[in-house]
């Protein structure tokens, strides 16, 4: 609301329209804005990686297999064994060396939940690098 002053009269008189010429100023400057930070905000840096000059670490000559069967049995490399006696095992079969990797085969009727009991039983002993084995996709024509 704004007064208008007319020299011809003396009184005041309101007049009850929206000035929105400085409404339309300020979001034309809010656009200029958006336009010009909205494709900083998607910033793409090009970084020429250089190569790795290290050497891949040796794999160990045979990989210690942790089969979990459908009908939930376990088998450590050949031998069937319990989950009470997995870790005794374990320590056995690695030496007690715990950094060693362990590859966790499971069949494909496994529930989720046992394979998560497998691991927790694998944690509890210690044994923190896990590999889980997978039939690789031949892609063919």
Do not use: C, W
């Not at 000035?19 to 400057?29: A, G, K, R, T």
């Not at 060396?97 to 210690?126: H, Q």
């Amino acid at each position: 609301m704004y007064i208008r002053l007319d020299q011809a009269e003396h009184t005041l008189r309101e007049i009850h329209d929206i000035n929105v010429v400085p409404f339309i100023d300020v979001m034309l400057v809010l656009l200029i804005i958006f336009m010009v930070a909205a494709p900083l905000a998607t910033v793409h840096v090009a970084v020429n990686l250089p190569a790795a000059s290290a050497e891949p670490q040796p794999r160990s000559d045979e990989p210690l297999y942790l089969t979990v069967k459908p009908d939930l049995s376990l088998t450590l490399g050949n031998d069937a064994v319990s989950r009470e006696r997995l870790p005794g095992m374990l320590d056995a079969a690695t030496k007690g060396e715990k950094n060693r990797p362990i590859s966790l085969r499971a069949d494909k009727t496994v529930p989720y939940g046992e394979l998560i009991e497998v691991m927790n039983v694998l944690r509890a002993a210690g044994y923190l690098k896990l590999t889980l084995a997978a039939l690789e996709k031949v892609s063919g024509p």
